[in-house]
C-alpha cells in the first residue's frame, strides 16, 4: 500500500513550508530515514527523510510549491508495489476527502460547544470554575470567550484547555522578573501533560527548538524561553551580576514559577545544559529531570573558534563561519539561517549581552563554568544527548558526564554536530519520548 509524504510542522507555529530542493527524483528507491526534499518555514529549514523504504513513485508538490502542514508532497510506493498514475490519483483523492470528512465533523462539533455560551452573575463575572480562571490566566484565554460545558453552564479547566487548543495551541509572552526585567517565552501542549522546559545556548534563542517542537507538542506541555539578553527578551546592560550563570538559572526559576511549571524536564543546549544543571542545583523543585544536548558544564575543553567568531565584528561572513562550525552538514547552512543568526546578532543590546554571557562562563582556555566538579551532586534522572562531530564541545564530555552523574545515560548521534536537535531531529525527539513519560 502507498504511503504519503507530508509536509511536517517544524516549531508551534508552523502553518505552511516551502519545498526548496528535491534531494531525489521521481522514480529513485529510497531507504528509510533517507534525505527526500529541503524544505523552509519562515522560522526553519530541514531536510523531510522517507518515512519507509521504497519508491518515489510521484512528486506532489514541486520545488517552490509552498504547501500547509499535514498535506501531501509526495507518494511513495512500498518494495514491489506497482502503481498506476490512476491508482495514484485515486490514493491522494481518498485523502482528500478523508479529511474533508474529518474537517467537517470537527466543525459540527464545535457548532455544537458554541451553542452553550457561559453562565454569568448578576455583576456579569463569568461563571468558572477556580481551576479554570488560574489556568485562563496562565495561557492567557480569554474567558468570555469559552464554551461552557459544565453543570449550570460553567467553564471547566477542560473548557479552557479545549478554547486554547482551538486558537492554534501555543502562547506567546512575557513574564517580569522581580528585578523588572522580561523574558520572553512560548507556551503550548495540554496544561494537564508532563512540562518540558526548553533553555537554548549562548547566542541563540527559543527558535534553536523549533524542528522538535512540533512533534512534542501533542503530549507534553512545553515552555521555550529565551534567555536574558537573547532573542525577544530584555537585554540590560552588563553589571557583572547580569549573565553570570548563577544569573540566568535563578531568571528561569522565576519563569517556570510564574507560569506553575515546576517541577518540570529541563532541556538545555550547549550554555542552556549548563543553565539547567544549576537550576537542579540551586533552586530545588524545579527540575525533575535533565536532557543536556552538547551541554556546556561536563567538562573543561571548548574551541577558541567559537570564541573568535562571537567577539568577531557581525557580518554575513562571519556568521556563515559560525553556523558552518555548529553544523556537520554543512547544508543546513543556507542563506536564511546566516541572514537570521546575523540579524540576532545586530539587535540593540545581543552583542555586549551574549558578550557578557561568554565572558562568564568561557575563555580561549576553556569553560569556566564550575558544573564539573559538582556533577556528583546531580540527584536526579539525566540524559545526555551529543553529536559524535560536535566541532564546539568534543563529544568525550558526554562520556564524561555520564561517569560522573550516578545512572545518567548517554546517546551519540553519528555524522552530526554541534545542533543535534537539528541535524538529528528525530532521535532527539525519540530519545526525549523515551526517558520522560508522557503520562
Known sequence: MPILVKMPKWGLTMKVGTVTEW??????????????????????????EAPRAGTLRKIVAAE???????????????PGETLSDEEIEAFLAGLAQQQAAGAARAAGARVTREARAAARDEQG?????????KLAQEL??????????????????????????????VREDYVTLRDGRRLFYVLAGPATAPPLVFIHGLGGSQLT?????????????????????????????????????????????EVMDALGIAPATLVGHSLGGAVAMAVAL???????????????????EINPAMIDLIEAEPSHDESRRLLELFFHDHGYVIETSIQDNLRGRLAEGERPAVQAAMDANFSRQGQHTGLPARLGQLALPVLILWGADDEVIPAAHARQGAQAIAGAQAEIFPATGHVPQIEAAAGVVQAIRRFVPAG
Not at 228 to 253: C, I
Not at 282 to 291: D, I, K, M, S, Y
Request: hydrophobic share 40%; aromatic share 2%; charged share 25%.
Open 209 to 253: 527548538w523549533q524542528n522538535i517542537l512540533g512533534d512534542l507538542a501533542t503530549e507534553y506541555r512545553l515552555c521555550a524561553l529565551d534567555l536574558p539578553g537573547h532573542g525577544q527578551s530584555d537585554k540590560s546592560p552588563p553589571d557583572g551580576t547580569r549573565y553570570t550563570l548563577a544569573d540566568m538559572a535563578g531568571a528561569v526559576a
Open 125 to 133: 463575572r463569568v461563571n468558572a470554575s477556580p481551576a479554570a480562571r
Open 282 to 300: 540551586e533552586h530545588p523543585g524545579r527540575a525533575a529531570r535533565l536532557v543536556l544536548i552538547d551541554s556546556a558544564g561536563l567538562g573543561d
Open 64 to 78: 517552490g510549491a509552498e504547501v500547509p502542514v499535514s498535506a501531501p508532497v509526495a507518494v511513495l510506493a512500498a
Open 140 to 169: 492567557g484565554v480569554d474567558l468570555s470567550a469559552v464554551t461552557a460545558t459544565g453543570p449550570g453552564g460553567r467553564i471547566t479547566s477542560d473548557d479552557v484547555q479545549r478554547a486554547f487548543d482551538e486558537q492554534g495551541g
Open 23 to 48: 534531494l531525489r527524483p521521481e522514480g529513485a528507491e529510497v531507504k528509510a530515514g533517507e534525505p527526500l526534499l529541503m524544505v523552509e518555514s519562515d522560522k526553519a529549514a530541514n531536510e523531510v
